[in-house]
């Protein structure tokens, strides 16, 4: 069975500044997505961006990055220009490529984030 | 743009009763999830659906049941319901991963919140 940790229950950060959420797994598998999603106040879950194991490169969207980390089993989400519409849950995600249990999300108990003004 | 709606969206229930949380999606995915959500626990997977008239168990099964006989729809009962169930219930949909171009990601509903008194 695969496990995802999030280490920091809950992190704040100054509007406009830098900051960096940590996400760590277990997995014997070869093949795999990762994921971050966000869940504002108003509680849908909203993908923020995705790795897929086989690229090496790290993914990025805007203002979003991540630092995949195949070796290490660490996919960590840096949130540049941190804006007050950051503030939520972040759950980091992991989800099985192919083979039984596949198709499934197993997500880290989240990381609360807050954007000081 | 409905994508996936969930009803209700809030619930009050006493312990014994029984009910149905109705998930419908209008994107054609393929995949259906129920999960739920506690504080600390991050969403867990109680049961899902890889086609119509397929159903499976996740991590968290015991006391519900499901089922999906339209594509479209996903049903999650409570038979019984007890305190344990009180918890913020999420509904989600995907493409299968092999369907072309297919990213992986889960659609969510905006959650059903149930209290079982």
């Known amino acids: 069975a695969q496990t995802v940790t999030q280490s920091q229950p809950e992190m704040s950060v100054q509007e406009a500044e830098t900051v960096t959420l940590s996400c760590t797994y277990d997995t014997s598998e070869n093949n795999y997505y990762l994921f971050w999603y966000k869940q504002p106040p108003s509680r849908q879950m909203i993908l923020v961006i995705r790795q897929e194991a086989y690229k090496q490169q790290n993914a990025t969207e805007n203002r979003f990055s991540v630092n995949f980390q195949k070796a290490a089993k660490s996919f960590s989400l840096k949130i540049s220009d941190s804006q007050l519409g950051d503030t939520a849950m972040y759950f980091c995600a992991f989800m099985k490529y192919s083979g039984a249990g596949s198709y499934q999300l197993t997500f880290g108990k989240g990381t609360k984030l807050s954007v000081i003004p | 743009n409905a994508g996936v709606t969930q009803t209700p969206k809030f619930r009050v229930l006493k312990t014994g009763q029984s009910m149905t949380l109705l998930c419908a999606q209008d994107?054609?995915?393929?995949?259906m999830y129920w999960y739920r959500q506690d504080p600390g626990m991050g969403l867990r997977l109680i049961h899902y659906s890889v086609g119509e008239g397929t159903t499976a168990k996740g991590e968290v099964p015991d006391g519900y049941n499901v089922s999906r006989l339209k594509k479209q729809n996903f049903l999650l009962g409570l038979e019984s319901a007890a305190p344990s169930q009180t918890s913020v219930y999420f509904c989600?949909?995907?493409?299968?991963?092999?369907?072309?171009?297919?990213?992986?990601?889960?659609?969510f509903g905006e959650g059903s919140r149930l209290t079982v008194l």
């Open positions: 989600a949909s995907s493409y299968s991963l092999g369907t072309s171009g297919v990213t992986g990601e889960l659609f």
């Open positions: 994107m054609n995915h393929e995949y």
